[in-house]
């Protein structure tokens, strides 16, 4: 999974202009749970604009969150397009896991429901 230009001057310039309002007005969170906490307040907004089904509102809040999703990997020093592509490779080779379970058993995936999955999906963890 490539990084594209785009993504790249897009995150970098959330992160600087973090950065900017941190040394000009001080605002900032103190610590990483600060910005966890934020992150809960955003997706709390999440949902109360799923519950109106505003479109708008919506991807606003969706957008919120992945704002505050990328102050946490500047508070935790963390590369967010690298985490999120070893993340993506962990769930590909879980779900892999899953196909070669249920192959090997004569299980078709398509006909599980959402639990039997989630029984195969934590089998795959281990």
């Not at 993504?7 to 910005?35: A, C, H, P, R, T």
């Not at 946490?72 to 993506?88: A, G, P, Q």
């Not at 892999?96 to 029984?119: P, T």
Request: net charge negative.
């Amino acid at each position: 999974m490539g990084r594209t230009q785009k993504e790249l001057d897009l995150i970098d310039e959330i992160i600087k202009y973090q950065i900017f309002l941190k040394e000009k007005y001080g605002f900032d969170w103190d610590n990483v749970s600060g910005v966890l906490d934020k992150l809960k307040e955003e997706i709390k907004e999440l949902e109360d604009a799923l519950k109106e089904n505003e479109n708008k509102k919506i991807e606003e809040e969706f957008g919120d969150i992945l704002i505050t999703i990328v102050n946490l990997s500047r508070f935790l020093n963390l590369d967010l397009i690298d985490t999120l592509n070893e993340s993506y490779m962990k769930f590909k080779k879980r779900v892999d896991k899953m196909e070669k379970e249920a192959k090997k058993e004569n299980i078709d995936l398509k006909k599980l429901n959402i639990y039997e999955l989630d029984k195969l999906w934590e089998k795959s963890k281990k």
